[in-house]
Nanobody, 120 residues
């Protein structure tokens, strides 16, 4: 029953904004976390942001101050608001879940990913 579905990716001009959505089901955010990850072309998957009731909102240093993670509890959606986008932000963005702790290496339920492209 666990499911996560990413959406909201697209092409945006450098300096612009984009909001990604992670629609989740089959678990509760009261006891689980959701993390956003990205994989640049030819690169490894890296953690971008995480949200949990224990740890709050956490961000990788490279996106801190530009990206904001939030949740709409009524819709079971976790958002990643991305502002001041740079060409280096272009990647496939994924969401996944695990227990209430952010950043351990036990994420699962990976979504299909959504492509973010940034033009300069």
């Amino acid at each position: 029953q666990l499911r996560l579905v990413e959406s909201g990716g697209g092409l945006v001009q450098a300096g612009g904004s984009l909001r990604l959505s992670c629609a989740y089901s089959g678990f509760s955010m009261e006891t689980y976390s959701i993390g956003w990850f990205r994989q640049r072309p030819g690169g490894e998957r890296e953690g971008i942001s995480c949200l949990s009731s224990r740890d709050g909102a956490l961000y990788a240093d490279h996106v801190k101050g530009r990206f904001t993670i939030s949740r709409d509890s009524s819709k079971n959606i976790v958002y990643l608001q991305m502002n001041s986008l740079k060409p280096g932000d272009a990647a496939v963005y994924h969401c996944a879940t695990q227990d209430i702790r952010c950043w351990p290496d036990t994420y699962y339920g990976w979504g299909q990913g959504t492509q973010v492209s940034v033009s300069s």
